[in-house]
């Protein structure tokens, strides 16, 4: 049994072991004639706790950079010729034996061990392949005007701060699936790699650094270089022609999908246009968008191929989001379509119903819902026990002017107006009675611009309360638009209720206050109405009348308006 406890013991071990594997980290310093600088980087590594070995590539450096990098304590490789950055770095990268290598310049003048922990910590902690640096510093003249640019327009995915920052690291494992380019195309060509590889790659940022300020004669040299790898990179990986013959199909495929939409729209909404032009437009757009949309599915599926585990889902729907939209747009115009899609007796019927958008520019008594989108409303079934009750969504008593108490008379027979209920927003709800006399059966979607088609030479009486007055309009819905006049009830000098609506030539219209007749006044046109100025029961009232440039479906009824006082002192 002690041997089993023994050989359990060894196991459990083992696995822990495994779990904490130690991973040798290098790290590999290109160099050329960096003797001022590259011993202090050196010494800076030197004090970072996980770094296992300095490796310092001399590039053919003229100066004394390898014997600076020896004192320092870093091993040294050189080339007898300066070969360039990349190949710098990778012949590093092929003379070290571990697991994660870091590379750093030689010129840092305020490198700390902080900085270099910083890049290498995210891959042993398992967060990342490899980690590229970012940093605030003076120049980024050849990052912010040339790579920057190319990588937007060929690899829109890659949105790295500084894709050009020289210093990185990276499981070496990792690194025999990228190209090293031979000089200062290195960095991009990493980052490029990483990205459309699909291999995991971090941006850390390790604040300010200062380097030597190269030359322009350099800079120059080094834009041609990034330039070179960049469109290299480009080639391989089908993003020349992505751009080129994809962005062409792509173009005809969103003009095809706009035909599809135009005709669609024609056909429905736009009466003036022949059905005939409607539906050519459309079939024109369907041959069009389908050729080309084939099209560019062939040159995707080619450009994937000649990417192995490719990686390419970002920078696919930014290439090609105009076409996912015009899609998108185009199945929801459709499926708007199919649900409005009837089929009886043989017949199909498409009736699609749209919401409508309300806007109020000039009502000046309107401050709520000025913007507001209403309907379309369903008609359905009264309530049981409310055979004198209509039930109407908010929206459409604002459509058509009315509100919760109001009393609606409909083929002579009158119905309180109520709210809907709050689980059903756009169901109105119509007595037996009332169905029938506005024509109208369950399940109806009614527009709301329609709505007042519907609801035409209803008389209406509309209740005020407040304001120390009870006071009733009476008017007529009017499927017609007329020339609108306000008025406002004052009395005692106090203004208890402002209105608006419309006066029919050559009808007489009544004031009634606390029940009885109070006066009277004849419209024959607008010049003929005047302001009301009569004592009753003590009390100075005024109707005084405005007209303004609006027009509305409210005609006054010829007793259009009766009210009431409540202990008005």
């Known amino acids: 049994m002690s041997w089993l406890f023994v050989i359990l013991a060894f196991l459990l071990a083992g696995v822990k072991s495994s779990k904490t594997k130690y991973q040798k980290v290098s790290v590999i310093i290109p160099a050329f004639n960096e003797e001022n600088t590259v011993a202090r ?22 100066d004394n950079t390898a014997q600076e990098a020896k004192d320092a304590g870093a091993i040294v490789i050189s080339h007898e010729v300066n070969k360039g950055k990349g190949e710098a770095l990778y012949t590093g990268y092929k003379n070290v034996e571990c697991d994660i290598i870091a590379f750093i310049d ?17 891959i042993l902690d398992g967060k990342t392949d490899i980690t590229k640096t970012k940093f605030a510093r003076e120049s980024g003249r050849v990052t912010e005007l040339t790579a920057k640019p190319l990588l937007n327009f060929f690899f829109p995915e890659i949105s790295f701060e500084q894709p050009l920052s020289g210093q990185f690291a990276a499981r070496k494992e990792i690194l025999k699936k990228i190209k090293f380019e031979k000089d200062y195309g290195v960095d991009v060509g990493i980052v490029i790699d990483a990205d459309v590889l699909g291999i995991s790659i971090m941006e850390v940022d390790i604040g300010a650094i200062e380097h030597d300020m190269s030359p322009l004669a350099d800079l ?13 990179r480009a080639n391989k990986y089908g993003r020349v022609t992505m751009i080129d013959d994809i962005g062409y199909y792509i173009r005809f495929s969103i003009v095809g999908l706009s035909l599809v939409i135009l005709g669609l729209f024609t056909i429905f909404f736009v009466k003036f246009i022949p059905l005939s032009i409607g539906v050519i437009i459309s079939v024109v757009g369907i041959i069009l968008s389908l050729y080309f949309i084939v099209k560019v599915i062939i040159q995707s599926i080619s450009i994937f191929k000649k990417i192995p585990k490719g990686n390419l889902i970002k920078s696919f729907i930014r290439v090609h989001f105009p076409l996912i939209l015009s899609m998108l747009l185009l199945i929801l115009m459709l499926s708007t379509f199919l649900g409005a899609t009837t089929f009886q007796d043989g017949v199909i019927s498409i009736e699609p119903n749209s919401r409508n958008l309300i806007i109020f520019t000039d009502r000046s008594n309107i401050n709520d819902n000025s913007i507001s989108i209403r309907g379309p409303y369903t008609i359905d079934t009264a309530i049981e026990n409310e055979s004198n009750v209509i039930r109407m969504p908010s929206d459409a008593m604002m459509t058509l002017n009315l509100a919760v108490n109001d009393t609606i008379i409909i083929n002579n027979q009158p119905y309180l107006i109520n709210n809907t ?21 369950d399940g109806d979607i009614i527009q709301n611009s329609r709505l007042i088609d519907v609801f035409a030479k209803s008389h209406v009486h509309h209740t005020f309360a407040g304001n120390n ?3 009733i309009e009476k008017f007529v819905l009017s499927s017609r638009q007329e020339s609108e006049w306000t008025y406002k009830v004052v009395v005692d000098n106090q203004t208890l209720a402002t209105s608006f609506g419309a006066f029919s030539e050559n009808q007489s219209y009544s004031i009634i206050f606390d029940g009885s007749y109070a006066d009277q006044f004849t419209f024959y046109n607008e010049s003929s109405i005047h302001n009301l100025n009569f004592t009753h029961q003590g009390h100075d009232v005024q109707i005084i009348f405005n007209k303004t440039n609006t027009t509305t479906l409210k005609k006054f009824d010829s007793e259009f308006i009766s009210f009431s006082l409540d202990n008005l002192e």
Do not use: W, Y
């Open 469 to 471: 007055i009870t006071f």
């Open 106 to 122: 030689a010129d840092i003048h305020n490198l700390t061990s902080k900085k270099v922990a910083s890049m290498i910590k995210p």
């Open 421 to 441: 209920r709050e689980f059903e927003p756009d169901i109105l709800r119509l007595p037996i009675d009332a169905k029938n006399a506005l024509n109208v059966e």
């Open 220 to 232: 120059n040299m080094m834009a041609n270089e990034v330039v070179r790898t960049i469109m290299n």
């Open 41 to 62: 980087v050196v010494d800076v590594i030197r004090q970072v706790s996980c770094v296992d070995e300095i490796i310092v590539v001399d590039d053919g450096s003229s």
